[in-house]
């Protein structure tokens, strides 16, 4: 139900943006979040957006650095990132939100990942 | 927005039971019943098998369970079983619209 596109590999300093194509749901009903994992570590998560795109949260790590949109007229979520570092290196997961329009409930239907690496 | 703590690694045997705990603090875990746990098996996704502190979603079994004391939630796994082997992570609302997740536990079943 979610399909992430976008990664790739992108040098230091550069941008990238990833997608996230949503099918079967009520898209526009659901905040989404965005979450990271390095290779060989755990979960960190990234950034989230409300369900109208009105609010718009974000991880210290990526703040000033990285914007979360969505467009509920094409069910599609995106994260713009730019001054990509070699820490952004990771697969970069997207989620919905078990707490429709709030992000903070818990995530319960996810995407199967895009690997973005940063590197020289 | 520091990482909420949890045990490297948990073991048990078939048919027991375990216990992972997650340790936060005062802003996030001990201050919301806001705590969801997430099972990943090596190469996929995570899944999510508990929210809001104890709330199952559909179709994840009844031997996951989720509580919390103070500052620190637990995910209870009974009569264990050879698919629950796999990395464990918590993640709680910390205030301020944010989300930490936990460091990770990876549950062996003997």
């Known amino acids: 139900q979610l399909l992430e596109s976008g990664g790739g590999l992108v040098y230091p300093g550069g941008s990238l943006r990833l997608s996230c194509a949503a099918s079967?749901?009520?898209?526009?009903?659901?905040?989404m979040n965005w979450v990271r994992q390095a290779p060989g570590k755990g979960l960190k998560w990234v950034s989230s957006i409300s369900g109208s795109g009105g609010g718009t949260y974000y991880a210290d790590s990526v703040k000033g650095r990285f914007t979360i949109s969505r467009d509920n007229s094409k069910n599609t979520l995106y994260l713009q990132m730019n001054s990509l570092r070699a820490e952004d290196t990771a697969v970069y997961y997207c989620?919905?939100?078990?707490?429709?329009?709030?992000?903070?409930?818990?995530?319960?239907?996810w995407g199967q990942g895009t690997t973005v690496t940063v590197s020289s | 927005q520091s990482a909420l703590t949890q045990p490297a690694s948990v073991s048990g045997s078939p048919g027991q039971s375990i216990t992972i705990s997650c340790t936060g603090t005062?802003?996030?875990?001990?201050?919301?019943?806001?705590v969801s746990w997430y099972q990943q098996h090596p190469g996929e996704a995570p899944k999510m098998m508990i929210y809001e502190g104890s709330k199952r979603p559909s179709g994840v079994s009844i031997r996951f369970s989720g509580s919390k004391s103070g500052n620190t939630a637990s995910l209870t796994i009974s009569g264990l079983q050879a698919e629950d082997e796999a990395d464990y992570y918590c993640?709680?609302?910390?205030?301020?619209?944010?989300?930490?997740f936990g460091g990770g536990t990876k549950l062996t079943v003997l």
């Open positions: 989620a919905s939100s078990v707490g429709g329009h709030y992000h903070y409930y818990g995530m319960d239907v």
């Open positions: 005062s802003s996030d875990v001990g201050s919301y019943n806001l």
């Open positions: 993640c709680s609302y910390a205030g301020s619209s944010t989300l930490v």
């Open positions: 079967r749901f009520t898209f526009s009903s659901y905040a």
